[in-house]
């Protein structure tokens, strides 16, 4: 299977740790997006990135959020010192392209994260 | 900015029955828009998009939605619900900027 894989699928975490997400794309796609999503809403955009790099940030993405491309390939999303309201599905999707989004995001399985 | 309603957040149909579920946006540049329905411990896949094509645009599963720039809206239908099309589906819409916003989607139940 060659879509989006996102690592690991589900964290428990105590509030104070560190955390980290990694998602690896369609190999061929140059975009790669950070969503997250909480119990009865839809996705929220926190970040993307044209090849390696990040391009836009939203605000939901405090400062102790950080995400990075390195090589334009895989990406990893940090949350520092985390808190009970990061609790909630992080999303991973890639996409192929230039310009507005008029393509379709593959989306990854998500990664479940609950802080204690 | 780029935002998107959708209208209920749960909506029950019978087996049979037609599939309506309501989608309006708010676009200061010709929008994209697309519909995602995301099944139970599974990623979003696409159902459809519209692009500036063909305002009526059919996806899979024997979905469709109309894209009415009068009444912002892009409405999701299908003529006969299936139980398989118990999900929670999610409308969206992008322009000229480069990332999609999602609306807080709708849960569709289908009963026997």
């Known amino acids: 299977d060659t879509g989006v894989s996102q690592d690991p699928r589900h964290k428990i975490t105590k509030r104070g740790q560190n955390v980290t997400f990694r998602c690896d794309p369609i190999s061929e796609h140059n975009r790669l997006y950070w969503y997250r999503q909480t119990l009865g809403q839809g996705p929220e955009f926190l970040t993307y990135f044209q090849n390696e790099a990040q391009l836009e940030k939203s605000r939901l993405l405090s400062d102790r959020f950080s995400a990075e491309r390195p090589k334009g390939s895989f990406s990893t999303l940090e949350i520092q010192r985390t808190e009970q309201g990061d609790s909630a599905m992080y999303l991973c999707?890639?996409?192929?392209?230039?310009?507005?989004?008029?393509?379709?995001?593959?989306f990854g399985e998500g990664s479940r994260l609950t802080v204690l | 900015a780029q935002s998107v309603t959708q209208l209920g957040s749960h909506v029950s149909v019978s087996e049979g029955a037609l599939v309506l579920l309501r989608c309006n946006y708010s676009?200061?540049?010709?929008?994209?828009l697309f519909w995602y329905v995301q099944y139970p411990n599974q990623g979003l896949q696409l159902l459809l998009k519209y692009t500036s094509a063909a305002t009526l645009v059919k996806g899979i599963n024997g979905f469709e939605a109309e894209f009415k720039k009068s009444e912002t809206s892009f409405h999701l239908t299908k003529p006969s619900a299936h139980m398989s099309d118990a999900a929670e589906y999610f409308c969206a819409v992008s322009g000229s900027k480069i990332k999609t916003i999602f609306g807080a989607g709708t849960r569709l139940f289908v009963k026997a």
């Open positions: 676009s200061s540049v010709p929008p994209y």
């Open positions: 999707a890639s996409s192929s392209g230039t310009g507005p989004n008029t393509g379709e995001l593959f």
